[in-house]
């Protein structure tokens, strides 16, 4: 694990003294202690381009010769004192970045410091290709096509330009232009192996933790599971996809081909819960956007007893069924997060995975 302090702190936080910060919203005010604080590189690849590299040319002019890193992870990370044994190592979805762990479309408070001020170490994580991690070895042409309409919609927000009416999100303006301006794009091919690839080596600096997953990076998260040691539980949000057993993939699966068994065994030997929110409907609808949620709530269901009937300890939770009304897509930046994030932590205490060393 890296050392030091680096710039840039995401809340008013002290390393010998408390200092007080006026900036800080009263919602979000408490003063916590940080023992250590920093950000890494993790995983990727060097490619190397043919022909010899001449250090006397100008450096607009191409040549060959060169090498390019790319392919990483990059993370940020705060352990605060007196921290738990597993750390939080959350890793972000489809079009976004860690940010959508570090704060709220208002301004409170996102998972990363809430966990933070429960005592554990953050891990925050921007994928290959994506956010502080841009630079590929594989790029594709980014776009600016006009597309936050279908955001709203897919993320069930609601039904542009309606909100749900029960919804937890903030509905004002400046709220929903924060939102959208949270997205960002990819900047290489979406791979895999390569998320897999990088998130390991993330795991081999954090040490112990759970692993937090949303959307899209659910499906590479099971694999990050099977690959690591490290990962002791995972609390997946609203995943998309799913890791089967070869021979026993359903049809509707998203989360692409099935793994030997002893592979997905692995999955049977740590703790999973399962999140998703409001507004999946039990039958069809006329709205593609619901279908498809309806359909991975169906298969996240069926992916659960076949964890279970291997042995394992995978739970679903869709928060409606518990009396928890109005969340997006964005489970982890509702207005009630922290109410969520309570019953993660109750989870935790269950499993024991957040004792102290």
């Known amino acids: 694990m890296q050392k030091g302090l680096s710039g840039g702190l995401l809340m008013c936080v002290v390393v010998t003294t ?22 890494f590189s993790a995983g990727g690849t060097v490619i190397k381009s043919e ?21 990483h992870a990059d993370v940020f990370y705060q352990i605060p004192v007196n921290a738990k044994h597993n750390s939080m190592v959350f890793l972000h979805g489809y079009g976004q970045s860690r940010r959508s762990w570090q704060t ?16 554990y170490g953050v891990y925050l994580v921007d994928q290959p290709g994506r956010g502080d991690a841009g630079q590929t070895t594989r ?27 029960d919804v937890q999100f903030p509905k004002d303006s400046l709220s929903l232009d924060r939102f959208f301006r949270m997205m960002t794009p990819n900047t290489g091919n979406v791979d895999e192996a390569v998320i897999v690839k990088a998130m390991t080596a993330v795991f081999d600096k954090s040490g112990d933790g759970v692993l937090f997953t ?62 998703y929110g409001d507004n999946i409907p039990n039958e069809e609808s006329n709205a593609a956007s619901l ?61 024991r995975l957040n004792e102290k060393n």
């Open 104 to 119: 709220t479309a208002d301004g409170r408070e996102g998972f990363a410091d809430i966990f933070l001020r429960g005592g």
């Open 51 to 71: 022909g010899t590299f001449d250090p006397l040319k100008p450096w607009y002019e191409p040549q060959g010769g060169q090498t390019r890193h790319g392919d």
């Open 18 to 39: 408390i200092v007080s910060c006026a900036a800080i919203k009263e919602r979000n005010s408490g003063n916590f202690v940080i023992k250590e604080q920093g950000a």
């Open 291 to 351: 279908n498809f949620w309806r359909g991975v709530l169906a298969t996240a269901r069926q992916w659960a007893k076949v964890v279970n009937a291997h042995g394992g300890d995978a739970t679903i939770v869709h928060l409606p069924e518990t009396g928890i009304k109005g969340n997006t897509h964005f489970i982890m930046s509702d207005l009630n997060n922290k109410e969520i994030a309570d019953l993660i932590e109750e989870w935790l205490k269950e499993k």
């Open 139 to 165: 790029p594709v042409q980014i776009t600016a096509t006009p597309d936050d309409q279908t955001w709203f919609t897919q993320f069930r927000i609601g039904q542009y330009p309606n909100f749900y009416n």
């Open 214 to 275: 949303h959307s899209a990076s659910g499906a590479p998260g099971w694999k990050i599971a099977i690959k690591s040691d490290h990962v002791k539980a995972v609390v997946a949000i609203e995943p998309g996809g799913f890791t089967f057993p070869e021979g026993e993939v359903p049809a509707n699966n998203r989360g692409g081909k099935g793994v030997p068994l002893k592979e997905f065994m692995k999955l049977t030997k740590i703790p999973i819960v399962v999140y």
